[in-house]
């Protein structure tokens, strides 16, 4: 039988009583045991070690989750299947990133050839631009927005993971399905995170499901260390294990999800059952970006990740920068002031351009002149010695415009969580997942079983624009469409050596718009900087989206502030809680990082 590795067991000890196995199923493939470990403290900041294996690794955002993969890759699973066990845990026990009811872009190598699988969720067929704009025409509150059934697209994680295993799968779909099925009927003990995300969180407790199952009488967040059980889920995944995606989006399932939407005690939202049943996860050409000695893969359109930081990195590749960049494990002034500049700029084009691909075309039809090098050495030029100031960045002309778009205004973007994976044959999974906000829509649904518990509907469709169009009466691309999909900022990564072709990182993390800043900073900390996986994740974040800088709270001294503000930049410390998951390829073998913000580990042979 396996167990967890021993590595595990001596940085994260026990904060509840340890999980007895159960009985394996004689007719599963799977040999799939209950770790006795549970997650960490995940609010705040703890050190990790860094992880060095031989064959395969896989991160995620729960040592819960993680462990999941890790044996299904003992079982000789494939990265996809291990991606799949990965994200049904999750479901379980990071229910306010993740889930079943959310959506999902999985970036997948074979050894050969790079596949993009898109999940992302779609708005149903019924709502238009107004989508969430109040009676006198003004946007609503964020979280006005957000908490209701409005902001619930059709969920499309299921149907991408079903398509991806039906390309690469090793082990049954069935099987896939027994860690987290068996961690929602024996009981998980309530993470310090997730006890920390409930207590923070008050539009969860309007949702009576979800106020019952995860809150005391009193309305208390559940205790860390309490068992909970989720017997809906269970019930829930047990069905989409014997009938795949179908179990999600027809039948009683479906019917309980419609009616959770549609009966929202504020403001009910649009979405049928046609809209479920006719969801189609998509495979996509992923972009793959020549940058230095590497080839950096990520995904296109609807998401901004992959084209937004590589502008940063081709921006930042025109200048010239101090060396060396880091001086006592912190970025220098001039280094940061540069990276916060190309961002501004490459923020300006993102708001401009770039949204669902069957909507919207790209500038010269072609969404890498965003990333011609001419382009981008024409944008640098216009980062100078002192910043351009909040707002100031406007977006440029990458080529032949077919359509005259209005610029987007910034809006909040949150959530989501991100899973690395690399096989035993050296194929490799980057996936980042989400259900946007934490806690989504904060609608629970318990798939119609009357059990306790279920799984968290998402708020995707705030990732549109909530004014379809500006003052001038311009058009925003990523404006509320019938079966659009929203731009994201999902942004998984895969990286290549240019000469050989041979796999050498995997990365990715949660974090809303601030994806694309972690992103791209961690690549330039492993590809320019020469850090190992875990030391470039432990370094502080600095991140703009056009107007104030956000600096990570307490990792940057006063005189780094100053020197920003005396460079134009108006600062301000905040959490900045990404959950980047990294792995490497070393001389002998894989090494793993995971962000010491969260409760991720690494785990492999």
């Known amino acids: 039988m396996l167990c967890l590795k021993p590595a595990l067991v001596r940085y994260w000890p026990l904060v509840a009583a340890l999980l007895s196995p159960l009985p394996i199923a004689a007719e599963s493939v799977l040999p799939y045991t209950l770790p006795t470990v549970t997650p960490e403290v995940g609010s705040g900041y703890s050190d990790k070690p ?61 050894g050969q050839a790079i596949g993009a699988y898109d999940g992302r969720e779609t708005a149903p067929q019924a709502v238009g631009g107004s989508l969430f704009l109040d009676a006198e025409g003004e946007p609503l509150a964020f979280l006005d927005a957000a908490a209701s059934g409005l902001s619930v697209g059709v969920p499309g994680t299921v149907r991408m993971l079903e398509l991806a295993h039906r390309d690469h ?24 995170r997730l006890h920390t995300s409930l207590a923070a969180e008050q539009r969860l407790r309007d949702d009576p499901l979800a106020r019952a199952f995860y809150y005391d009488s009193d309305g208390s967040a559940l205790a860390v260390g309490h068992m909970l059980h989720n017997p809906a889920l269970a019930a829930i995944l047990s069905a989409i294990a014997a009938d795949g995606s179908a179990a999600l989006h027809t039948g009683a399932i479906a019917e309980d999800l419609i009616a959770r939407v549609q009966s929202h005690h504020s403001r009910p939202g649009a979405m049928t059952l046609d809209d479920l049943a006719d969801y189609q996860a998509q495979t996509r050409d992923p972009l793959c970006t020549d940058w230095r000695a590497y080839s950096v893969c990520g995904f296109p359109p609807p998401s901004s990740g992959h084209l937004t930081l590589m502008q940063i990195l081709g921006m930042l590749d025109q200048l010239e920068l101090p060396e060396p960049a880091l001086e006592n494990q912190l970025p220098r002034v001039a280094w940061l002031h540069a990276f916060l500049e190309a961002a501004r700029l490459a923020f300006a084009d993102r708001g401009q351009y770039i949204a669902d691909p069957d909507f919207v075309s790209a500038p010269a039809d072609d969404w890498t002149s965003l990333l011609d090098p001419d382009y981008l050495a024409r944008r640098a030029e216009l980062i100078g010695n002192t910043s351009m100031g909040s707002g100031a960045a406007v977006p440029g002309n990458p080529g032949a415009i077919t359509h005259t778009w209005g610029l987007q205004a910034t809006q909040p973007e949150y959530g989501t969580s991100h899973i690395s994976i690399v096989d035993a044959h050296g194929h490799a999974v980057a996936m980042t997942t989400t259900i946007e906000a934490a806690f989504g829509a904060r609608i629970l649904a318990d798939g119609g079983t009357g059990l306790p518990g279920g799984y968290l509907l998402n708020n995707e469709l705030t990732d549109f624009s909530f004014r379809p169009q500006t003052a001038e009466g311009l058009a925003i691309a990523n404006r509320v469409e019938p079966g659009k999909r929203p731009r994201s900022s999902m942004s998984p990564t895969l990286v290549f050596d240019r000469d050989s072709g041979e796999l050498l990182a995997s990365l990715g993390s949660p974090g809303g718009a601030a994806i694309i800043h972690y992103v791209a900073r961690t690549l330039i900390a492993l590809f320019d900087w020469g850090l190992d996986a875990q030391q470039a994740l432990e370094l502080p974040h600095a991140i703009t989206l056009g107007g104030t800088v956000f600096v990570e709270q307490g990792r940057f001294p006063e005189r780094t502030l100053s020197a920003l503000r005396e460079l134009g930049h108006a600062t301000q410390e905040r959490e900045l809680t990404s959950g980047l998951q990294a792995i490497q390829r070393t001389d002998e073998g894989w090494f793993g990082g995971a962000d010491p913000r969260r409760e991720g580990v690494v785990m492999g042979q």
Not at 78 to 102: N, R
Not at 174 to 181: Q, V
């Open 50 to 110: 860094g992880w060095v294996y031989q064959q395969f690794a896989v991160a995620a955002a729960n040592p819960l989750a993680t462990d999941a993969g890790y044996q299904v890759l003992a079982a000789g699973g494939s990265a996809v299947d291990a991606a799949i066990a990965v994200q049904m845990v999750l479901t379980l026990v990071e229910p306010q990133s993740s889930g079943i009811g959310g959506g999902a872009f999985l970036l997948y190598y074979d």
């Open 169 to 192: 799968g090793r082990l049954p779909w069935a099987d896939l399905f027994t860690p987290a099925i068996r961690l929602a009927e024996h009981g998980f003990p309530v993470s310090h």
